[in-house]
C-alpha cells in the first residue's frame, strides 16, 4: 500500500473507488473481447480459433512477471484466468469434456486451466473423453497423463497411438487428499472408499490411522465421496470440492504421504497452438527392435541440442514385444532446432508421429 491511511473510513473508501475502477476495466476488457469476437465472425472463417493457447499463457506469464504482492503469483494468475475464461465466453461458449463425476481432480484441472466460465461435460472413461473431443462435441478434453508419485496413466498415453487429436496444453495439479465423511470424526467407521492411486498415495497416513478399516477402490474420488454421502459409517479420500459438492464434512486434509504430490493433465483438442516462447512438444515414436535402436532415435535430439524432458515405453499392440516411445522435449515444432532434429527423426524411426506443441504449464 503506497499511501498510509489514518483511519478505517478512509482505507474503505479508497477501496470501493479501487473497485469502481476494477469494474469498469473488467467491462472494457470484456468489450475488447467482444470486438476480437466480431473481428473473426467477419472473417469468414468457420473455423477461426477463439480461444488461444499460446495467447493465454503468454497473458499468465506477464502477470506473474510483474506480480508485486501482497497477493501470491498462483493467486494473481487465478484472478486473471477467471477474467479470461469470462471475456472469452462472450465470444465463444466452451464446452471441456473431463474425467468424472464432478469432484474429481480432473475436474479441479479443467477448472484451473479454463476457469469456470465454462461448460464441464463429465465422461466415465478415458476413452470416451477422446471420442468426445473428437466428433466435434467438445471443445477440448483433460486428462490424466502421470502423477509425481504412482508414474504414467498408461490408459491415456495408448489413446495416442490411434487418435488424430493434439495436445493443445498441460496442466500441473498439486493434490491434496482430504478425509471426508457424513460424520464429524473416525469413530464407528467400517469402510474406506477411494480411488486405487489415492489409497496408494495414503498408504502410510491410512496403515497409521485406520490400520483395521476395509479400504475399496473405486472408479474416482468423486464417486467415493458421492458413496460417501450415502453411508453414515463410511469415509472418502477426496478434494476440498468434493467435499463441498456432496455435503460431507472435512475430517482431515493434506493425508497424502508425499507433499509434493503432483498430478499432470493434458489438453487434447482438434489443433495445435501457435509457439508462446516457452513451450513443450510430445512425440511419439518407434523403430526396429535391433541394437542401438533407440539410441540412433534420440542422437537427432542431441545433435540439435535439444533437452529431452520425459520418454516411456508402450506395446505398440502391432507386434509382439515390439514397443513405442512417448516422449516429451523442450521446443516448438516451429522453432528451428526442433524442425532439424524431426526432418532427422523422419528418416530413422519406423514411426514419427508428433502428438503436439503447448506452451508449457504456467504454475
Known sequence: MSKKYSNLSEIRERIDELDDQIQQLINERAECAQSVADIKSQ???????????????????????????????????RLFREIMSSCLALEQPMRIAFLGPEGTYTHDAALKHFGHAVKTVPHVAIDEIFRDVEAGFSHYGVVPVENSTEGVVNHTLDMFLNSPLQISGEVELRIHHCLLSKGKNLTGMKKVYAHQQALAQCREWLDENLKDVPRIAVNSNAMAAKMAANEADTIAIASITAAELYGLNVISCNIEDEPDNTTRFLIIGRQSPAASGKDKTSLLLSTPNRPGGLSDLLKPLADSSISMTKIESRPSRRAMWEYVFFIDIDGHTDDANVAAALDALANKASVLKVLGSYPVAVL
Open 43 to 77: 472473417s469468414g472463417d468457420a473455423e477461426a480459433d477463439f480461444y488461444r493457447p499460446e495467447r493465454e499463457a503468454q497473458v499468465l506469464r506477464k502477470v506473474i512477471e510483474r506480480n508485486k504482492g501482497p497477493l501470491s503469483s498462483e493467486e494473481m494468475a
